[in-house]
């Protein structure tokens, strides 16, 4: 049954009529009740009484240049017990009216809404906002203003709001005032709002009626997690809200039959497709087409299985970032101190599990504060960490210190990366670890991440502890298997000699974030993140040259750090503002936005959407081995193909929130709209040469 029961009373008690009356007829007596309740307390209220159980307020985003889109937002907060409706109240109920007073030459675009929940009082559905919520609008604004003008916006709004018992007519007169400026950066208030609206579908959809039913053929990936969807129309009476609604897959099409309310079918249907209970959904625009019959039934009992193979995924991922430029070092390093003589059983199994704690502390932390700043309205993605210059900065230093360390420069006394054995380097190590093999993550288990960010957050934890297993896994077979111990090498002077040479991949490491640091914030923040690693190899330097004279470096060390730290806390003060231009390439692309990709898709010409970060490694060999090569572009020359390229080198909500709606939780991810409307297709994370220019012919 779609909603959730409710074992409340109904919103109206009358006599009860008939058993065998129709619900069509008891929706109208509803429906004519509650307009008389709303009538006669339209008549009774003073006009200027304000609402009491929704406040309302109406705020702006600013400042706004002359000429550009403001985004304003009514934001509603119910009390306890209360609730507003959404645009399409479902069975009973209205939604909330608009009346702008706006300066002249302004324009208000239709209002969005955030995703409904259902709410099932006495058989009729309910489409609803139970908590605090944010309704958009965007207004566009005339050119020509002056900076520092002053608009003034006003809004007449009147909504219903009611419990399970009453429904209470409630308006308000709401003010705001814009700046005409130069734009800001994002209000934290309204990215929040922003992220619980339903994501574009990006893709065209089609419906077909087929007697009382309409089906709705959704293009889905396979891949995205569904768990207890819904449609929710924006046509009223298209569809009988309350009845049944089936979901099946067909591969990457998600077949929806809904059951008719009218004989006449409609000419057109959208609205959202609510993906689970944590408020994601997508929004759909679909036109009258085939749509297949059948398919894989979306079972109850598929869920566990499905949880099952997705932690699977994230293990294999894990296990196979192993071999990443940036671990494999400090992993081998470490798997051959267990290697050492004199080592006892007791103590390799002890650093086995002290490196897995850290290693799964790291990728739980990570996951967990990922879930906290999506659910605090921020839209990022898997390696998030990596979009912010300060971050990567930290990184360069700690890399370049790590490569140092490996080339015999100066030695750690705690935590002991490289040499020595303790279950505080152990832990350190795996802490290490997992933080930088976080960007390589995308083409080993894009699915499971991408999940992750869709499901509940006990489920979503889970996936993040089996990254985590997943990269401890080699290790941790070494310390607790004698047979793998005795298979490596015994020590030497030839560990000494891979030691440093070790120090190369890690020394390239650093040279990539230094070069990231560039393209994250500018020539600026790059040369002075270049000037305090140098710094701090000097400082290093002489670090050792006390260690190997046998003095104490404590001193030093200590000084050094507490610097270190001051100067990365105000390095990012020196990164630009601005995300940088994409660098340019042989294959021609526009800037994604969704308003592009809309334009693309209607001119009839196949469309190729590309996401990528100057963070990824995938990203950049795909580009190379597949992407940015001559015969990729004649055949899209030849073809006629439009070329989409969304960086995600920086935060880009936009980016994000397509990136949600295909179900991947970062980059790469590459998209093909064939011509004229053909299905869209998720391209595979690791390309061939021939994988664009066969797509092209």
């Not at 069509?24 to 006669?40: C, F, K, N, P």
């Not at 004698?482 to 040279?511: D, K, S």
Request: charged fraction near 15%.
């Amino acid at each position: 049954m779609p909603g959730r029961e409710d074992p409340r009373k109904p919103m109206f008690r009358a006599k009860p009529g008939p058993p065998f009356m129709p619900l069509r007829y008891r929706r109208s007596i509803a429906v004519l009740l509650q307009a008389l309740v709303v009538l006669l307390a339209a008549f009774a209220a003073p006009a200027s009484a304000a609402p009491t159980h929704i406040a309302a307020r109406l705020l702006a985003e600013g400042p706004v240049q002359a000429g550009g889109t403001a985004t304003l937002a009514i934001a509603m907060r119910p009390e306890p017990g209360w609730h507003g409706y959404w645009s399409n109240p479902g069975d009973a109920g209205f939604g909330m009216t608009l009346d702008w007073a706006l300066p002249a030459g302004a324009q208000a675009a239709p209002p969005r809404y955030p995703v409904p929940r259902t709410l099932v009082v006495a058989g009729l559905m309910n489409h609803v906002f139970e908590q605090a919520y944010g309704v958009l609008v965007d207004l566009r604004l005339p050119a020509g203003l002056a900076p520092g003008t002053r608009l003034p916006v006003r809004v007449k709004a009147e909504w219903l709001a009611c419990t399970d018992q009453v429904c209470v007519p409630e308006r308000a007169e709401l003010a705001t005032t814009l700046t005409i400026g130069p734009a800001g950066r994002p209000d934290p208030q309204f990215d929040a709002w922003r992220a619980k609206l339903p994501a574009p579908l990006g893709a065209p959809a089609r419906f077909q009626v087929a007697g009382d039913s309409l089906r709705l053929g959704l293009p889905l990936p396979r891949g995205l997690a569904l768990d207890a969807p819904h449609v929710f129309p924006d046509q009223d009476g298209a569809i009988a809200y309350a009845a049944p609604q089936d979901f099946r897959r067909q591969g990457d099409l998600l077949v929806i039959t809904l059951k008719r309310s009218s004989p006449n079918a409609p000419a057109a249907l959208s609205g959202v497709l609510r993906l689970d209970g944590s408020g994601n959904g997508l929004a759909f625009a679909a036109t009258p087409g085939m749509v297949p019959a059948g398919g894989e039934p979306l079972a109850a009992g598929g869920t566990a299985a499905r949880l099952a193979l997705l932690v699977l995924a994230a293990l294999a991922g894990g296990l196979l970032l192993n071999v990443m430029p940036c671990v494999f070092p400090i992993l081998s390093l470490k798997a051959l101190s267990l290697a050492r003589a004199g080592e006892s059983p007791a103590q390799a199994r002890a650093e086995g599990l002290a490196y897995t704690a850290g290693v799964v502390l790291a990728c739980a932390a990570l996951g967990a504060l990922l879930l906290a700043l999506r659910a605090a309205g921020h839209e990022i993605g898997w390696a998030f960490q990596l979009q912010e210059p300060g971050v990567v900065a930290a990184l360069l230093v700690l890399v370049a210190a790590i490569a140092a360390n490996l080339a015999g420069l100066f030695e750690f006394a705690v935590p002991g990366f490289a040499r020595g054995g303790s279950t505080q380097g152990a832990f350190a190590t795996g802490l290490l670890a997992a933080f930088v093999a976080t960007p390589c993550t995308g083409p080993f288990m894009a699915t499971a991440m991408g999940a992750a960010l869709l499901l509940p957050a006990a489920q979503a934890m889970a996936l993040f502890v089996a990254l985590g297993l997943g990269l401890a896994l080699p290790f941790v077979a070494i310390a607790f298997v004698p047979a793998l111990r005795r298979a490596l090498p015994r020590p030497g002077r030839w560990m000494t000699r891979l030691r440093h040479g070790l120090a190369l991949p890690m020394a390239l490491t650093a040279l990539a974030l230094a070069w990231l640091a560039w393209r994250l914030g500018g020539a600026l923040f790059a040369g002075l993140a270049l000037g305090l690693t140098l710094a701090l190899l000097a400082l290093l330097g002489a670090i050792g040259q006390a260690q190997r004279r046998g003095r104490s470096a404590r001193g030093l060390a200590l000084g050094g750090a507490l610097a270190v730290l001051a100067a990365l806390a105000a390095l990012p003060l020196a990164a630009a503002p601005e995300r940088p231009a994409s660098l340019g390439g042989i294959l021609a692309s526009r800037p994604f936005s969704e308003a592009e990709l809309a334009r693309a898709r209607a001119s009839g010409k196949p469309v190729f959407a590309w996401f990528t970060a100057d963070w990824c490694l995938t990203c950049k060999v795909n580009e190379e081995v597949a992407i940015e090569r001559a015969a990729t572009a004649q055949a899209f020359a030849r073809a006629g193909v439009v070329v989409l390229r969304g960086d995600w080198t920086r935060r880009d909500p936009a980016i994000a929130r397509y990136l949600a709606s295909q179900g991947a939780a970062g980059v790469p991810l590459y998209v093909w709209y064939p011509a004229h409307g053909g299905a869209p297709r998720v391209l595979p994370q690791l390309l061939n040469p021939d994988t664009l220019p066969d797509l092209a012919r």
